[in-house]
């Protein structure tokens, strides 16, 4: 029997997935392990293996397409097989899905409501959520939850890691896309459970969630959507009732009364692609909520251009004419540039960061690499010796080494350096799992390894999760100095400019020196100016003098 293999989840965030190569075609025999096609999402391009044998009969995404997870990627069965009715289904299903409203489901409501009273589903309350342990691989059937970062009865916002999943591949943090309290948590720490069961639940504090909770996390779909089809008609009776005068003016989002928008995660990220103000959007679902149709049906009010007249002049000035054409070209974001652009948007605008900068003595360092690099087989950078004293001076202290959150700030009793690299697309940041027990030359291995699979695409979402503080090296390019954002959940970021020969002074006289420029950038929060600068003089004795590193 012929096997549906849909668009997998090859990341925590992945939302959506773009086929930049096939390497089958359709009537290839494919094998179980063989690589199917290569994936793009928001962190990396992936292989993507085959698990099933047989010969591929159908590709449901061309080459360069774009298509959401879990929708049909390929089929794949026996030779000639009849696959008509899985197509039909597909296409059946993406008609179903584009309805959010059809008038063809009040026809079959009886029928459901007998369904559902005869199931032992329970309505949803008001504003709860009921989240679900996730598919975070696309093989993985199950998930066991390493560690909770909330706890039953803390506040939670969208955007906050809730807990640390270990699926069949990797340990990956779950993203809470709600806001409001943890009422309620289905698997505990060290448990595993099947994906789609009752993982947790959040929302108004003091909500009774027992007949959720008895009913193992089932809610009634049908009884939600009755009951946001009638907020729904309530709002479009409403507009009805106001005169035509008003109907004509400008309106904003019901739900931004308080200055704050409320829009579904989905609907959010739409916006985003489309350029779209949320505050310009009327929210059509629950209290004024903006979802998905109001993003995808709106359209921008014309502008108004009024054009002033230039004043007159007495004095006509020589008009210059110059011929040429003007022309601009829209190149589509990847799903790495959205990545790179939501991870630091969120650090800049939420992190009340600071500077400081330091410049070091490089010529005790060059002379060591001089000597370092003159043993067969070995190689060891600048950039090397930088990871290194980083290291060394985060043991030293350990204020640096942290993450905050709301309720806590987190002290991260392990070192590992994330670097800097880029790429094509954009920037990846490999990490050094326990830099701190590494030698010079391991470092440097592991340095070259990891950023040769990040410039091919072969990096894995593991080899990039983790870090406790980054480094970002902009000297090879002979940048002197800079400042970088903050890599969250890190507290703090080195810049890295190059070495740079200039007059110095030592013992009283002006003699040619090498320096380089450092600038660490903290998050106030946890990292409190006196800790930053305390960190730098640490950081350059180990740098000035690198045989204390190997002390």
């Not at 720490?189 to 099947?194: C, H, I, R, S």
């Not at 479009?236 to 829009?263: D, H």
């Not at 921008?300 to 003007?326: H, N």
């Not at 450092?518 to 950081?539: E, Y």
Request: proline residues 4%; negative net charge.
């Amino acid at each position: 029997m012929a096997t549906v293999v849909n668009m997998p989840r090859l990341s925590d965030t992945m939302e959506e997935g773009v086929v930049a190569k096939w390497l089958k075609k359709v009537g290839d025999k494919i094998e179980e392990g063989d690589i199917l096609a290569e994936i793009e999402t928001d962190k990396a391009t992936m292989e993507f293996e085959s698990f099933h044998e047989g010969t591929l009969l159908h590709i449901g995404i061309q080459e360069g397409e774009t298509s959401p997870v879990d929708k049909l990627l390929a089929i794949i069965g026996k030779e000639g097989e009849d696959i008509s009715g899985l197509l039909k289904g597909d296409v059946h299903q993406k008609k179903e899905d584009s309805k959010d409203d059809n008038k063809e489901k009040n026809s079959s409501d009886d029928k459901s409501i007998a369904d559902t009273s005869s199931s032992n589903e329970v309505e949803i309350p008001k504003g709860v959520n009921v989240v679900t342990m996730p598919r975070l691989s696309d093989t993985m059937t199950d998930g066991t939850v390493a560690s909770w970062l909330k706890k039953v009865g803390d506040k939670v916002e969208e955007g906050d890691i809730l807990a640390e999943i270990e699926t069949d591949k990797a340990t990956m943090e779950f993203e809470c896309f709600y806001e409001g309290t943890i009422l309620h948590i289905g698997v505990q720490e060290g448990e595993t459970a099947p994906v789609d069961s009752l993982l947790t639940i959040i929302g108004p504090k003091g909500t009774d969630i027992s007949a959720i909770i008895k009913n193992g996390g089932a809610v009634s779909i049908l009884e939600k959507s009755s009951s946001t089809e009638k907020v729904e008609e309530k709002a479009e009776s409403k507009k009805e009732e106001k005169p035509s005068n008003e109907s004509e003016k400008p309106q904003s989002s019901s739900n931004n009364a308080g200055g704050r928008i409320f829009a579904s995660p989905l609907a959010k990220k739409i916006a985003a692609d489309k350029d779209i103000n949320l505050s310009d959007v009327q929210g059509s679902g629950e209290n004024g909520r903006i979802i998905k149709k109001d993003i995808e049906n709106y359209t921008p009010s014309a502008a108004v251009k009024i054009e002033t007249p230039a004043p007159a002049s007495s004095i006509t000035a020589a008009s210059v004419s110059i011929s040429g054409e003007e022309k601009s070209e829209e190149v589509k974001n990847s799903q790495m540039r959205k990545a790179i652009a939501k991870s630091l948007g969120n650090s800049k605008f939420t992190s009340p960061d600071f500077s400081l900068n330091i410049e070091v003595d490089m010529d005790n360092a060059m002379a060591s690499r001089t000597t370092i690099n003159s043993i067969p087989d070995t190689k060891v950078s600048f950039n090397d010796m930088v990871v290194k004293a980083c290291a060394m001076a985060l043991k030293k202290h350990p204020q640096v080494n942290t993450s905050w959150t709301d309720a806590h700030t987190i002290y991260h009793r392990h070192i590992h350096v994330g670097v800097a690299v880029a790429v094509e697309d954009g920037l990846l940041v490999p990490v050094i799992k326990h830099t701190d027990q590494l030698s010079l030359t391991q470092i440097g291995a592991s340095v070259r390894d990891l950023a040769g699979k990040a410039r091919n695409k072969k990096i894995s979402p593991a080899e990039m999760q983790g870090s406790t503080f980054t480094v970002s090296n902009l000297g090879m390019f002979g940048i002197d100095n800079f400042t970088s954002i903050i890599n969250q959940p890190n507290s703090a970021i080195l810049s890295v400019g190059a070495i740079v020969e200039k007059p110095v002074i030592k013992n009283g006289q002006i003699v040619v020196g090498n320096t380089m420029k450092l600038t660490l950038t903290c998050d106030h929060r946890t990292v409190d100016g006196a800790v930053g600068a305390q960190f730098l003089q640490t950081l350059k004795t180990f740098i000035e003098n690198p045989v204390t590193m190997l002390a």
